[in-house]
């Protein structure tokens, strides 16, 4: 939920998850546990500035995050979201598959050479079903949080 957030710490902006850790308290609060406290208010920012609209507070050195019910509108965002994730992982296994072509161009035996690229092209299309499988048990998974 938070990974995707960047913070600006000394002078730099790095992944939420680069400066500390987050655990899940009860399903209404996270808490996250900043590893350099000099950078608590800096992450408490990050998070408060954030599209998702939470409030953290500070406690000692670490941050109670409560996050409220999902609304119609988060849980159809947290759907665009699963999408978007899934295409990308998509992208980089095409990419993948390319470079693996690449490779197997290199062959000179022509059997052997196109063996390889029907392989290729299996791992792949059975890759993108798995990526799209879990994409729409995701999508029913949020689904049913409107039911």
């Not at 998850?17 to 209404?28: E, F, L, Y």
């Not at 092209?121 to 798995?130: N, W």
Request: with cysteine.
């Amino acid at each position: 939920m938070l990974d995707h957030l960047k913070v600006e710490v000394y002078g730099d902006s790095m992944p939420m998850k680069a400066c500390g850790m987050a655990t899940v308290r009860d399903p209404q609060l996270l808490v996250f546990n900043v590893f350099d406290p000099q950078t608590l208010h800096s992450v408490e920012n990050a998070i408060r500035d954030s599209p998702l609209g939470l409030n953290p507070r500070v406690e000692g050195q670490d941050l109670l995050i409560p996050v409220p019910r999902p609304t119609a509108e988060t849980l159809t965002a947290l759907k665009r979201v699963c999408k978007t994730e899934g295409e990308q992982a998509k992208v980089t296994i095409r990419q993948c598959r390319k470079a693996a072509l690449d490779e197997v161009k290199k062959v000179t035996a022509e059997d052997e050479r196109f063996r390889l690229e029907k392989e290729v092209q299996e791992v792949t299309s059975s890759f993108v079903a798995q990526v799209d499988a879990l994409v729409a048990a995701k999508e029913k998974s949020i689904t049913q949080h409107t039911a």
